[in-house]
């Protein structure tokens, strides 16, 4: 009986070994369980641009209690759209919708962060207010392209370049849309930096052609990223301020000719404002859900990072283990096998197979299909 019992303890303690993913970590005063992260996933469930019910059931799905969930990527102005159907923050009616959805994430114990954003250029007149260009640092257009969906091809209308004395006006949505965020409950948000949005345009060399203190150099094009984080970090607290950022990435013809050195010094500045952690996408992920080979690393960036590093890009149960294991993240953000399958830690615990996503059914309207009906381990037993 002995030597079964400690047989179990053993095993038990040798699947503890295995799984880094499955132990629990401290980001500044959230104490997490697990190291799995719902990353923000765009789903176009949110009609006329406000949160619905049905999203209650779909993030509570996948909370798990101390889970860190980051929900999807959420317009701060009624500028900030280039999608059908995406959520904003920026109403009183938008910060009401949010309230039951964050509540059912707190009530099974989830820490659940607001993703903010703002397309600049990658929109058109049909998302604009009054049929307005869409804003950007530049007016060169984007050329037209498929969606990740693989269906919609979407011509951009060409932008207008922001003047400089409205980039402050731009950097104030982003600070109502933080305060506007933990009027909703929510306990942090994480700026969206990253795959070709508007923060990601200006610090691309590839878009931002300004002549103005926001571009030309390095620090010139970083500027506008910096003052957005300044902004929310003034409002709500360096402690609930995340980013995302994707220096390598080329989303919405975004690139960079020295994307290393425009990382680190991204990760360095961010230090000075002591902001809770730092999201980034992997090199391989230079179009959406494309792995590529890439002989470069995040971990320059990681060593530079003061903050709780997170990394995305496609990774699966080995690989976020490995990054665990070697240091090269705190936490490992996970999208559509995270989407697939509600109970991700549950599964990654087990080391249970795994439900197949459908891409066809991400960016359906339809408030259950592709959504909230993906199985559970037990009913799939």
Request: proline residues 6%; negative net charge; charged residues 20%.
């Amino acid at each position: 009986m002995e030597t079964k019992m400690h047989q179990e303890e053993e095993k038990s303690n040798n699947h503890a070994v295995a799984a880094p993913l499955l132990t629990p970590y401290k980001m500044g005063k959230f104490n997490l369980s697990h190291r799995i992260v719902l990353a923000p996933l765009t789903r176009q469930r949110s009609y006329n641009n406000v949160p619905q019910p049905h999203a209650i059931l779909y993030y509570s799905q996948r909370t798990t209690e101390g889970g860190l969930l980051i929900a999807e990527a959420t317009g701060v102005s009624d500028t900030a759209q280039g999608y059908p159907n995406t959520p904003g923050i920026w109403t009183k009616e938008q910060v009401e919708a949010w309230k039951p959805i964050v509540d059912a994430v707190h009530a099974k114990g989830g820490i659940f962060f607001c993703q903010l954003w703002h397309v600049g250029r990658v929109s058109n007149r049909d998302f604009q207010p009054n049929g307005q260009a869409p804003i950007s640092c530049t007016d060169k257009p984007l050329a037209p392209q498929i969606r990740a969906n693989g269906i919609d091809a979407v011509d951009f209308t060409t932008p207008r370049r922001l003047r400089t004395d409205e980039i402050p006006h731009v950097v104030n949505d982003f600070r109502i849309a933080a305060r506007n965020a933990m009027e909703a409950g929510f306990d942090g948000v994480e700026i969206h930096g990253a795959h070709g949005y508007l923060i990601d345009q200006f610090m691309k060399d590839q878009v931002n052609d300004r002549t103005d203190q926001y571009g030309g150099s390095l620090e010139n094009r970083c500027r506008f990223a910096l003052e957005v984080v300044g902004a929310v970090v003034d409002e709500i607290g360096a402690d609930r301020v995340g980013i995302r950022l994707s220096p390598y990435a080329n989303y919405g013809q975004a690139g960079d000719s020295n994307p290393g050195a425009l990382g680190l010094y991204m990760v360095e500045s961010l230090n000075k404002y002591g902001i809770l952690f730092c999201h980034m996408v992997e090199p391989r992920m230079k179009t959406v859900g494309e792995r590529v080979e890439s002989p470069h690393s995040l971990l320059p960036m990681r060593k530079a990072f003061n903050g709780t590093f997170i990394v995305a890009g496609g990774y699966d149960r080995e690989e976020g283990n490995k990054a665990v294991a070697e240091n090269y993240s705190d936490l490992v953000a996970y999208g559509r096998v995270f989407l697939a399958n509600p109970d991700l830690p549950r599964r990654f615990e087990l080391d249970a197979p795994l439900n197949k996503y459908d891409r066809g059914t991400f960016y359906t309207t339809d408030p259950v299909i592709g959504y909230t009906d993906y199985p559970f381990l037990e009913s799939t037993a």
